[in-house]
Every structure is written in C-alpha cells, then in structure tokens.
C-alpha cells in the first residue's frame, strides 16, 4: 500500500482485507521508502491512496519521489497486476495508462472548482451489466475531496460519474479501478480531514465549510460507510481474480 499522508490511510479497507486474509504493507515512497521489484509481487494487489498532493506536482522540486512513484505504477500497469487507485492513486493509474489530470472546470465560463463534500455518483451502466457494479443501484453518494479532472486514458472504461466531474469512478480492463472520489473513509477519521485539511475545505466550502461538513456526516455518514464497505468489498473481491492470471503472465 503506498500512502501519503497520516491522515489518509486505507481506515475502511483494512478491515475488508484482514477479513480475507491479506497483510496490509504500507510504503511511504515520500519518507523514502524503497517501492519492491513488481516481478517479486505475486499473490499482491497495489493499493494507491489519496494526498493534498497532485500527480503533476511530480515536476516540483522536492517532490521527485513522486515520479518514481509513477514510473513503478506504471511498470505495474503495464504487467496487468491489480490495483486500485484513490484520489492521487486514481490519478496516477490513469497518467501510468496514458492519460493526465488537470484542474477541475465548472460553469460558462469554465471556473476553477473544488468538489468538497457529499455528492451522488450516478452509474454509466447498469449492475447487471458491469461486476464492478454489482452492489449499486442507480445511483450513490460518495466524500469528493478534490480539485482536480481526470482525462481517462483510451483503454479506461468509465463507470461512474459526479455533477461536477465525469471521471469519478473507472477500470482498466478487469485488473485496475481508480476511484476519484472516497469510499474507504470512516466517518470518524473524517473528522480528521476537516481539522488537517481546514484552510482546503474553507477554500472550497467557504467559512462555515468546516461546520457544513460536520452536518453533512450526521445526515449522511452511516449510509456512506456502509455502501463503502460493500463497494470496496465486491471491489477487492475483483481484484483478486486478477491475481493468478498474473501468476500466468510471469511465470
């Protein structure tokens, strides 16, 4: 698991992974962790988490681990082994498969824009149809915490889409999925987010944004989580399928 920040951890998925047996590893490339050899990784799904960061920052000073970060995912990618990316994982498994991120726009004329907040993600295909969608119905909300649009590569397929930014939820053939937006977060270590993240939300939220949020927990929180432990359950479910068609390719 590569993690970037304290606050944003796997929190909800480390439950779902012990429940299957797995081992959490966690590297944190930015405090100079080593990223191991993808040929000495089977039996291993790449879990990708979010940051206040930007894959673009990649080209600023001081932040050169994170393009190494990139160079390793996309090694991974093109290896066909499973992975799920959040946030900045989302970001980077889209730019390691040949596409890019830039700043979200909304509105005529098109205004930078900070998607904070509970949101619906409206499917692009119906459960039935799609396995990584098995547990939706039409339609679900889901915590936004970002300012950025991801432009999918060609061999991304979209699944789900916010109000305000298309590129919410997508997979790679059958053996990545990049989530824009944030399941894995407990409402409880949400809390947290506000406080570390306060100058983000006021900036996106305006003053009283801390205390909307807050609200916005109450009324939807335990719905959020919930989904969240399905979604990301049948999520990691299809990942692993993933796994011994790998075995195949190394071996």
């Known amino acids: 698991m590569l993690q970037h920040v304290e606050r944003e951890g796997p929190d909800l998925i480390t439950d779902l992974a012990q429940q299957r047996g797995m081992t ?8 100079g962790a080593h990223l191991p050899d993808p040929n000495r990784c089977d039996n291993t799904i790449a879990l990708v988490l979010g940051g206040p960061m930007g894959v673009n920052d990649r080209q600023t ?12 995912l996309t090694i991974w990618h093109q290896q066909r082994r499973p992975l799920l ?5 989302a970001q980077l498994l889209a730019v390691a498969a040949g596409g890019s991120v830039g700043p979200l726009h909304v509105g005529e004329p098109p205004m930078p824009f900070k998607e904070v907040g509970f949101g619906n993600i409206d499917w692009r295909f119906p459960p039935e149809a799609e396995p990584w969608l098995k547990v939706c119905s039409s339609s679900h909300l889901a915590l936004h915490w970002h300012g950025d649009r991801i432009h999918l590569p060609a061999t991304a397929t979209l699944l789900g889409s916010s109000l305000d930014c298309a590129e919410q939820v997508f997979r790679i053939e059958q053996h ?7 399941w894995e977060v407990s409402m409880g270590n949400l809390e947290r987010w506000i406080q570390e993240d306060h100058d983000f939300v006021v900036d996106a939220l305006g003053k009283h944004g801390p205390s909307l949020l807050r609200r916005s927990v109450d009324c939807y929180g335990k719905a959020v989580e919930q989904f969240g432990q399905l979604f990301l359950s049948n999520a ?3 990942l692993t399928k993933a796994i011994p068609i790998i075995k195949q390719q190394v071996d």
């Open 24 to 31: 959490i590893q966690i590297l944190r490339v930015d405090q």
């Open 176 to 182: 990545a999925l990049g989530l824009q937006c944030h």
């Open 61 to 72: 000073p001081g932040m050169e681990w994170l393009q190494r970060e990139l160079e390793w």
């Open 85 to 89: 990316g959040i946030c900045l994982g």
């Open 236 to 238: 990691l479910d299809q």
